[in-house]
């Protein structure tokens, strides 16, 4: 059975840090990509970042990028998200996944599955104030 089990989440003051985890049994997460995603109350989930197979060919969006950075410890089993200069508008609850066959090689790619085309977390609060 797979699971995902997040970590991590708090609440912060913006321009803060915070770094989630995602820790993932009966599931390989060196041998497919895996990312995280976010919702905010009465918005659409929307992803975040992905990470390739190999641990590379990551993919951010464009309202993260320079200031997340998304990285899996196959040893671990686990995926991390660190997410630096935080401000209020990142508040949500932040989800990771993955896929659940072994068809992206790309963050990108990862972050277009279909929600039943992936296994997801539980969630985990970030909440930042100005």
């Known amino acids: 059975q797979v699971k995902l089990v997040e970590s991590g989440g708090g609440s912060v003051q913006a321009g803060e840090s915070l770094r989630l985890s995602c820790a993932v049994s009966g599931y390989t997460v060196s041998s497919h990509c895996v990312a995280w995603f976010r919702q905010a109350p009465g918005k659409e989930r929307e992803g975040v970042a992905g990470?390739?197979?190999?641990?590379?060919?990551?993919f951010y969006a464009d309202f993260v990028k320079g200031r997340f950075t998304i990285s899996k410890d196959n040893a671990k089993n686990t995926l991390y998200l660190q997410m630096n200069t935080l401000k209020p508008e990142d508040t949500a609850m932040y989800y990771c996944?993955?896929?659940?066959?072994?068809?992206?090689?790309?963050?990108?790619?990862?972050?277009?599955?279909?929600?039943?085309?992936?296994?997801w977390g539980q969630g985990a609060q970030v909440t930042v104030s100005s």
């Open positions: 996944a993955a896929e659940r066959g072994a068809v992206c090689i790309s963050g990108f790619c990862c972050l277009r599955l279909t929600r039943d085309s992936t296994y």
């Open positions: 990470i390739g197979r190999d641990g590379g060919r990551t």
